[in-house]
């Protein structure tokens, strides 16, 4: 009796494992890899997807934009995420992948809740982050040393944030976190301290800073007020394979783009006022 269960279950398996080959060998499972202030939006949408379609499976990795960009050109994943265009990022062909923009992110600078500062100039903020400013009773709040904390050199976020706001100089060396969450986490618990996250990633736990008086939100995102903002991008090499072309359709539908989307804290491209080139320029 034991045998012929122990043959029924070995049967079992086998025929599994077969399924699970056939899968892959249809190429009903890809991965997505990069930017880390895409990823909740690309995971959630993962989900339902995977749902929607079961024996399809949609692997998202973090990472940070430069690793997306690097792994898809090498066809290393299907999907490559990422805050920055590809031509902004050096040793990637733009001519060989093929953008798909499904939204755009603000990107805000964040505070310890304690530091005693709501809005603070665009000179300021760069100061801060030189490391002329060091204290924030430099700007009226609280006798607190600032604490630096930089996202690592591949992310799309940290890239974003000194294009606009660093206007060329260096930023000061400090401690760096691969993950938003983490940077979001250390300063909410860190007196003094300020970093940069992605909106859909701030919550309760940290204070947004406005700059000369203009908050971050999505409405000043999408008529240009408010400057620090990307689009988020979806790179596949060109022609990609069907399972990768349905998911990206997917997340471009309406179903997607009219309520997931925003309600992720992310903003359709659809309801931008303003259009940017690669560069940054304004071209409508």
């Not at 299907?78 to 265009?85: C, R, V, Y």
């Not at 062909?93 to 805000?108: M, S, Y």
């Not at 240009?224 to 790179?235: A, D, G, R």
Request: aromatic share 8%; hydrophobic share 40%; net charge negative.
């Amino acid at each position: 009796m034991k045998k012929k269960l122990l043959v029924a279950t070995v049967l079992s398996l086998s025929l599994f494992l077969a399924g699970c080959a056939k899968w892959v060998d249809k190429g009903e499972s890809i991965t997505a890899v990069g930017s880390s202030a895409l990823q909740p939006l690309v995971e959630s949408v993962a989900e339902e997807f995977q749902s929607n379609n079961p024996g399809k499976f949609i692997n998202v990795q973090g990472g940070g934009s430069g690793t997306g960009l690097s792994q898809v050109q090498a066809g290393a994943v299907e999907i490559g995420n990422s805050d920055l265009f590809a031509q902004e990022k050096s040793g990637i062909d733009a001519d060989k992948l093929e953008d798909n923009r499904v939204a755009v992110v603000g990107i805000t600078p964040i505070v310890n809740s304690k530091v005693g500062v709501k809005t603070i100039s665009l000179e300021n903020l760069r100061k801060i982050f030189t490391g002329e400013i060091t204290n924030w009773k430099e700007l009226g709040g609280a006798d607190t040393p600032v604490v630096l904390l930089n996202r690592a050199s591949g992310s799309g976020t940290r890239a974003t944030f000194e294009k606009w706001v660093m206007d060329g100089q260096e930023t000061k060396q400090a401690q760096e976190q691969d993950s938003s969450g983490m940077v979001r986490q250390i300063v909410g618990d860190t007196a003094g301290a300020i970093s940069y996250v992605a909106f859909s990633y701030v919550t309760k736990d940290v204070q947004t800073l406005a700059i000369a008086n203009v908050k971050p939100t999505e409405e000043n995102v999408m008529t240009n007020k408010w400057i620090i903002w990307s689009y988020e991008h979806m790179y596949t090499q060109k022609n990609p394979d069907p399972l990768t072309r349905e998911f990206i359709d997917y997340i471009l539908s309406d179903e997607i783009q009219e309520n997931l989307v925003p309600k992720l804290g992310y903003i359709p491209v659809s309801k931008m006022k303003v259009e940017r080139d690669w560069q940054g320029n304004l071209i409508n």
